[in-house]
């Protein structure tokens, strides 16, 4: 089985990119992490990574006068990797079509609800004051539409009596921990078409490649 070659983006302390480097640790996983970048030279989640012997890179966003500007020298690092993926894991960036053209349906996100329901920032809250009883995470494909990518795959947690945003951000992690290695094997074994939206299983051939 070739492993598929992935690039992980980073702007604070990495948990989920922990994730999936614990989890592409098994050669049987169809995926292998062999960069993790950031935009923030201080970003805990790079310490991580070293100490696994994985090669890092700071791009830092305030060295460019504009996101499309910082977008390009993003996307011709990623590009020199040679990868097949990129997982972005708490990467927090707009980004714009200088990024996006080039990695259309080969670029997956994490997000803490239950897509398409509460997509940007302070999706806990937003929850909690909705009153709803189930909340989770989703991984989905990134496109020009915040959170919009066709979902990949999901994971429910109940809300329950009392819960901050602290306590559901909390039980929503663990499951996000769990759910983003599922999910990235998932995408290292399908065939996506940004156009259509559909998916199809990779021919079994081409996994023996």
């Known amino acids: 089985m ?24 098994d050669p049987a996983y169809p995926a292998e992490i062999v960069c993790v970048v950031s935009n923030r030279p201080d970003a805990a989640g790079l310490k991580f990574a070293q100490g696994r012997n994985i090669s890092t890179h700071v791009i830092d966003h305030k060295s460019y006068a504009t996101r499309e500007a910082f977008d390009a020298a993003l996307n ?3 590009q020199s990797q040679k990868l097949d993926l990129i997982a972005c894991a708490g990467f927090m960036r707009v980004m714009t079509s200088v990024l996006l053209e080039p990695w259309a349906g080969k670029m997956i996100n994490i997000h803490p609800s ?28 990134v496109t020009d539409e915040l959170d919009g990518g066709p979902v990949i795959a999901r994971a429910e947690v109940p809300v329950l009596p009392g819960d901050t945003p602290e306590t559901l951000a909390a039980r929503v992690l663990v499951e996000e921990h769990k759910l983003y290695p599922k999910a990235l094997a998932m995408a290292a074994t399908m065939e996506f078409n940004p156009n259509s939206s559909s998916f199809r299983r990779k021919p079994e051939s081409s996994k023996s490649n």
């Not at 070739?2 to 480097?21: D, E, F, T």
């Not at 239950?114 to 009883?133: I, M, Q, S």
């Open 2 to 25: 070739k492993r598929k070659r992935v690039g992980v983006l980073i702007s604070g302390r990495g948990s989920n990119m922990a994730a999936l480097v614990e989890a592409a640790q």
């Open 76 to 78: 011709d690092y990623l």
């Open 114 to 141: 239950l897509l398409p329901l509460y997509k940007g920032t302070h999706a806990h809250e937003r929850a909690l004051a909705d009153g709803v009883k189930v909340h989770g995470c989703s991984v989905h494909y």
